[in-house]
């Protein structure tokens, strides 16, 4: 069981341009969470999937986030015209079920802005 | 107010000492996790937790649902038990699978 995968490990884009993040779920498991971690404003949560089906997207900022889940096996989270503001640790998240469930982890993307 | 409230928010021991890190909750829980973050970012799951008491190792965590709190205690700390460590919680009601950080505690165990 390789884990939770996310790539790119470090992203870094100039202002404007677009980020595409990637994430692998553990082989089976339904539900994939996405969160972005700041030093101001910590660990908070962004959207999460349910059998592929969007179910929540109340952490997403308004414009330019977006995320999908084209097949069980990956979920990808894409910044259109990035800004300095955007720069974080993006972290994806899996489990078994929804709620009540544990969460596992995937080491991260930490993208910058300049 | 914040959903989360984690204390202390820094804590220096030297190695051997006990730690009590804990967590308190302004809404009902379904459920909550301690995690420890590791220096480049990456989460780790130390304890599920969503009542009662858990021990592995070193580490004991005890989550009291009634009183919306939870600790996590380290025992007999090392040098490498230094780092961030979180908690977060789940929502009770509705579809709240999402977690809910807190702010995390910063350990630094010395020599």
């Known amino acids: 069981n390789a884990g939770v995968i996310q790539t790119p490990r470090h992203k870094v884009t100039g202002k404007g341009q677009e980020a595409t993040l990637w994430c692998e779920p553990i082989?089976?498991?339904?539900?994939v969470f996405w969160y972005r971690q700041t030093i101001v404003q910590g660990l908070e949560f962004l959207t999460y999937?349910?059998?592929?089906?969007?179910?929540?997207d109340s952490g997403m900022p308004k414009e330019r986030f977006s995320a999908q889940m084209p097949n069980q096996s990956h979920s990808t989270l894409k910044i259109q015209s990035t800004q300095p503001q955007d720069s974080a640790v993006y972290l994806c998240?899996?489990?078994?079920?929804?709620?009540?469930?544990?969460?596992?982890f995937g080491p991260g993307t930490r993208l910058t802005v300049l | 107010g914040q959903q989360v409230q984690q204390s202390p928010a820094s804590l220096v021991l030297q190695e051997g000492e006990n730690a009590e890190l804990q967590c308190n909750f302004s809404?009902?829980?379904?459920?909550m996790q301690w995690f420890y973050q590791r220096p480049e970012g990456s989460l780790v799951s130390l304890f599920y937790?969503?009542?009662g008491t858990k021990q592995s190792g070193r580490l004991t965590s005890t989550t009291v649902i009634k009183e919306r709190r939870s600790s996590l205690h380290i025992s007999s700390s090392q040098i490498t038990d230094s780092g961030t460590y979180l908690c977060?919680?789940?929502?009770?009601?509705?579809?709240?699978?999402?977690?809910?950080f807190g702010k995390g505690t910063k350990l630094s165990v010395k020599s």
């Open positions: 977060a919680m789940e929502r009770s009601g509705g579809s709240n699978a999402k977690l809910t």
């Open positions: 937790n969503p009542s």
């Open positions: 082989s089976g498991h339904s539900a």
């Open positions: 998240a899996s489990s078994d079920r929804l709620g009540g469930a544990e969460q596992f």
């Open positions: 999937f349910r059998n592929q089906a969007p179910i929540d």
């Open positions: 809404t009902s829980l379904n459920s």
